[in-house]
């Protein structure tokens, strides 16, 4: 499988609230690999080892996106977040809205002669929808409906791409390539894949399946800030840096020094990826599922987050899936 | 007409680059009219009516649309560019774009990491930069040249009885004076395709000297705020209304008889209900010694940016009303 292929294919379908077309495309190629399961909004896929001793990789299925909450008389929508989204580049940003059929829509902007001085943006129920369609809106749209960004991905140059949703798409290609690399191999652990669902809710869906699955241990691969403008150096990862190793109170120690221990070994790509207490990202929740679960991160560099724009390279997709095809044949800590 | 605007809407022409435009007009109108291009590379145009016309009329649309232009370049790859044409910061920030072949994208700080004050303000323009993937100034300017121009990406698509694309202004005046050239016409006129409006309607001062017109109808694209929680009297125009006929704007005060003449036309227009904007009239009405000058606006949401919307009947009005205005003007009815 090409991993850009598979990226891009998930990146133009949608996993948000009750719309799980990503997820039922991840399902169905991880089907080729594993023993996969639905628990809710979420995927999960096994492949068994010669032990009982259980490794999850962890990447999130869902989406940032938007909820509609009002329909008005002229055809005019109000919506909410459903995730963190920069209000301020909604203005005449074209979205789909999934109602009765998938219609497209343009943000309000407010033209110049009714703009005095420095907007502020404050509030996303100010910045309207428009559907084009006036009072014929309210046969199609409802509130309850996603709203997600249009724009499909593209490749820049180099082996850099930019798209919606690679955070956390980005994640599950790379769990579906190492699914295919570990797929016929004889493992020292069983390796549960789980592509959760609503970590931008609140990292709920990893929560229910962390505590279903149960495992001994555990990575969650997300996007983490890549460097690009307006970013200090010291504060993110950087493109094609390789795969983000991270080090945190909340992770285990010993994954993250042997997950960098493997990289060092196998000449793989990788960055340090350093954070003073929750990481962000549903090793925080998975850590402390049932009796505590050994977990660790490992992030992909990405620049843009939460637009339709994120932007990240190749080849550090490449060094994660080569990172985590070592970790599990090295059967983890357990025996360390 | 309505083919002619999705592919002209297509096709890219930021002010001073207007050669895709050009030569996709060219194609549809040889062999129809006779035409030349002059230095600044407007086309020019003559179309042989069936009958003589008692006044010289020039029919003006613009071929360029408002983009960016590749400025300098960072040692570390981005691309730093300067508006062509008034581009709000809203509708640059995380967009795609294409600078010739080449994708790429404005790029900017995620909202994780701004403060509280910084989430709910716009950076300045300057502030923003273009991302082609480019890891050095070398591997950049390999790709793009500075003075190159950058478009936002936006596809054309229905949305009920409206359409949304970019550059709707003025490639929907594009194709109206298309359909005028290309159809039989009952009197002879003269057309300009015309080069940098977006940038202070340069190209029209030359080609209104050139043809040396008694009259002009610009066709163009107008701000339509019939937005929500707009209230009626700034709303300038209204989709759905027909097009706008201007009185007066910021860079013309209008033939009064002429623009009597189209809100009269029994076609269902509206007059642009605000003194704003401004368009080729600017440069047309004080041409020589002086042009009589009607604008015919296609009303517009959104517009400068990548997703304007626009009305499918207002532009067949906008057709109607250059037809009105032209049998009038040239058979002598509108005085």
Same mark, same amino acid.
């Given at each position: 499988?090409?991993?850009?292929?598979?990226?891009?294919?998930?990146?133009?379908?949608?996993?948000?609230?009750?719309?799980?077309?990503?997820?039922?495309?991840?399902?169905?190629?991880?089907?080729?690999?594993?023993?996969?399961?639905?628990?809710?909004?979420?995927?999960?896929?096994?492949?068994?080892?010669?032990?009982?001793?259980?490794?999850?990789?962890?990447?999130?299925?869902?989406?940032?996106?938007?909820?509609?909450?009002?329909?008005?008389?002229?055809?005019?929508?109000?919506?909410?977040?459903?995730?963190?989204?920069?209000?301020?580049?909604?203005?005449?940003?074209?979205?789909?809205?999934?109602?009765?059929?998938?219609?497209?829509?343009?943000?309000?902007?407010?033209?110049?002669?009714?703009?005095?001085?420095?907007?502020?943006?404050?509030?996303?129920?100010?910045?309207?929808?428009?559907?084009?369609?006036?009072?014929?809106?309210?046969?199609?749209?409802?509130?309850?409906?996603?709203?997600?960004?249009?724009?499909?991905?593209?490749?820049?140059? @180099?082996?850099?791409?930019?798209?919606?949703?690679?955070? +956390?798409? %980005?994640?599950?290609?790379? =769990?579906? *390539?190492? !699914? /295919?690399?570990?797929?016929?191999?004889?493992?020292?652990?069983?390796?549960?894949?789980?592509?959760?669902?609503?970590?931008?809710?609140?990292?709920?869906?990893?929560?229910?399946?962390?505590?279903?699955?149960?495992?001994?241990?555990?990575?969650?691969?997300?996007?983490?800030?890549?460097?690009?403008?307006?970013?200090?150096?010291?504060?993110?990862?950087?493109?094609?840096? @390789?795969?983000?190793?991270?080090?945190?109170?909340?992770? +285990?120690? %010993?994954?993250?020094?042997? =997950?960098? *221990?493997? !990289? /060092?070994?196998?000449?793989?790509?990788?960055?340090?990826?350093?954070?003073?207490?929750?990481?962000?990202?549903?090793?925080?929740?998975?850590?402390?599922?049932?009796?505590?679960?050994?977990?660790?991160?490992?992030?992909?560099?990405?620049?843009?987050?939460?637009?339709?724009?994120?932007?990240?390279?190749?080849?550090?997709?490449?060094?994660?899936?080569?990172?985590?095809? @070592?970790?599990?044949?090295?059967?983890?800590?357990?025996? +360390? | 007409?309505?083919?002619?605007?999705?592919?002209?809407?297509?096709?890219?022409?930021?002010?001073?680059?207007?050669?895709?435009?050009?030569?996709?007009?060219?194609?549809?109108?040889?062999?129809?009219?006779?035409?030349?291009?002059?230095?600044?590379?407007?086309?020019?145009?003559?179309?042989?009516?069936?009958?003589?016309?008692?006044?010289?009329?020039?029919?003006?649309?613009?071929?360029?649309?408002?983009?960016?232009?590749?400025?300098?370049?960072?040692?570390?790859?981005?691309?730093?560019?300067?508006?062509?044409?008034?581009?709000?910061?809203?509708?640059?920030?995380?967009?795609?774009?294409?600078?010739?072949?080449?994708?790429?994208?404005?790029?900017?700080?995620?909202?994780?990491?701004?403060?509280?004050?910084?989430?709910?303000?716009?950076?300045?323009?300057?502030?923003?930069?273009?991302?082609?993937?480019?890891?050095?100034?070398?591997?950049?300017?390999?790709?793009?040249?500075?003075?190159?121009?950058?478009?936002?990406?936006?596809?054309?698509?229905?949305?009920?009885?409206?359409?949304?694309?970019?550059?709707?202004?003025?490639?929907?005046?594009?194709?109206?004076?298309?359909?005028?050239?290309?159809?039989?016409?009952?009197?002879?006129?003269?057309?300009?395709?015309?080069?940098?409006?977006?940038?202070?309607?340069?190209?029209?001062?030359?080609?209104?000297?050139?043809?040396?017109?008694?009259?002009?109808?610009?066709?163009?694209?107008?701000?339509?705020?019939?937005?929500?929680?707009?209230?009626?009297?700034?709303?300038?125009?209204?989709?759905?209304?027909?097009?706008?006929?201007?009185?007066?704007?910021?860079?013309?005060?209008?033939?009064?008889?002429?623009?009597?003449?189209?809100?009269?036309?029994?076609?269902?227009?509206?007059?642009?209900?605000?003194?704003?904007?401004?368009?080729?009239?600017?440069?047309?009405?004080?041409?020589?010694?002086?042009?009589?000058?009607?604008?015919?606006?296609?009303?517009?949401?959104?517009?400068?940016?990548?997703?304007?919307?626009?009305?499918?009947?207002?532009?067949?009005?906008?057709?109607?009303?250059?037809?009105?205005?032209?049998?009038?003007?040239?058979?002598?009815?509108?005085?």
């Amino acid at each position: 499988m090409d991993i850009k292929d598979i990226l891009f294919d998930l990146s133009a379908l949608d996993s948000i609230g009750y719309l799980h077309f990503a997820a039922d495309y991840a399902e169905k190629v991880l089907s080729r690999f594993a023993k996969t399961e639905r628990l809710g909004g979420s995927v999960t896929g096994t492949i068994k080892g010669n032990s009982d001793y259980t490794i999850m990789l962890d990447a999130h299925i869902d989406q940032v996106g938007m909820i509609v909450t009002d329909v008005d008389s002229e055809g005019f929508l109000t919506v909410a977040p459903s995730g963190g989204i920069d209000i301020r580049a909604l203005p005449s940003r074209e979205v789909t809205v999934h109602g009765r059929k998938n219609i497209p829509a343009v943000f309000c902007s407010t033209p110049p002669h009714l703009s005095s001085g420095e907007t502020v943006y404050d509030d996303i129920n100010k910045i309207k929808l428009d559907t084009g369609l006036g009072k014929n809106a309210a046969d199609i749209v409802s509130p309850g409906d996603y709203v997600t960004f249009s724009a499909l991905p593209v490749s820049l140059s @180099g082996d850099l791409v930019s798209g919606r949703s690679f955070d +956390d798409r %980005a994640g599950v290609a790379c =769990l579906l *390539k190492t !699914a /295919e690399m570990l797929s016929g191999k004889d493992l020292p652990c069983n390796v549960v894949f789980l592509f959760s669902d609503a970590e931008e809710l609140g990292m709920r869906g990893a929560v229910t399946a962390a505590f279903s699955t149960a495992p001994d241990e555990a990575v969650a691969v997300d996007v983490s800030f890549g460097n690009g403008i307006g970013i200090p150096p010291e504060e993110c990862g950087k493109l094609k840096g @390789g795969a983000m190793i991270g080090f945190a109170p909340t992770l +285990d120690s %010993a994954v993250s020094k042997k =997950l960098t *221990k493997i !990289a /060092e070994d196998n000449g793989i790509k990788y960055q340090t990826e350093v954070m003073g207490g929750r990481t962000g990202t549903n090793a925080d929740v998975i850590g402390v599922s049932g009796s505590g679960v050994k977990t660790c991160t490992v992030s992909i560099p990405l620049r843009n987050m939460h637009t339709e724009v994120e932007t990240l390279s190749i080849s550090d997709l490449e060094s994660v899936c080569n990172l985590l095809y @070592g970790y599990i044949l090295s059967g983890g800590v357990r025996n +360390d | 007409m309505t083919d002619f605007l999705k592919e002209l809407c297509a096709l890219n022409a930021v002010s001073g680059d207007e050669k895709a435009v050009r030569d996709y007009i060219i194609s549809k109108i040889d062999g129809k009219a006779d035409w030349h291009t002059d230095n600044l590379g407007n086309i020019l145009v003559f179309k042989k009516g069936k009958k003589r016309s008692v006044k010289k009329l020039l029919i003006d649309a613009h071929m360029d649309e408002v983009g960016f232009i590749i400025s300098s370049v960072t040692a570390d790859g981005f691309l730093k560019f300067q508006t062509v044409g008034g581009i709000n910061t809203a509708a640059i920030m995380f967009r795609q774009v294409k600078i010739g072949n080449v994708n790429g994208v404005v790029c900017g700080t995620p909202i994780h990491l701004l403060s509280g004050d910084e989430k709910k303000k716009l950076p300045k323009s300057d502030s923003l930069y273009i991302d082609i993937g480019a890891e050095s100034r070398e591997e950049a300017l390999k790709l793009v040249s500075l003075g190159d121009r950058a478009v936002m990406c936006s596809e054309y698509r229905e949305m009920g009885n409206k359409i949304k694309a970019k550059a709707i202004d003025d490639r929907a005046g594009c194709a109206i004076l298309l359909s005028l050239i290309t159809n039989d016409s009952d009197y002879d006129f003269y057309a300009s395709f015309s080069v940098q409006e977006e940038v202070g309607l340069r190209g029209a001062k030359t080609a209104a000297f050139a043809a040396d017109p008694d009259a002009a109808i610009v066709l163009e694209a107008t701000t339509a705020a019939d937005i929500a929680d707009v209230d009626e009297t700034h709303r300038v125009c209204v989709l759905g209304n027909g097009p706008a006929v201007s009185f007066m704007d910021r860079a013309t005060v209008y033939d009064r008889e002429y623009y009597r003449a189209a809100l009269e036309s029994g076609i269902k227009c509206q007059p642009k209900s605000a003194v704003a904007g401004g368009n080729n009239s600017g440069a047309i009405h004080l041409s020589r010694g002086g042009v009589r000058t009607v604008a015919i606006s296609v009303p517009c949401r959104y517009i400068h940016s990548s997703s304007c919307v626009a009305d499918k009947e207002d532009i067949k009005n906008a057709e109607r009303l250059a037809k009105y205005m032209l049998a009038g003007i040239c058979g002598g009815t509108v005085k």
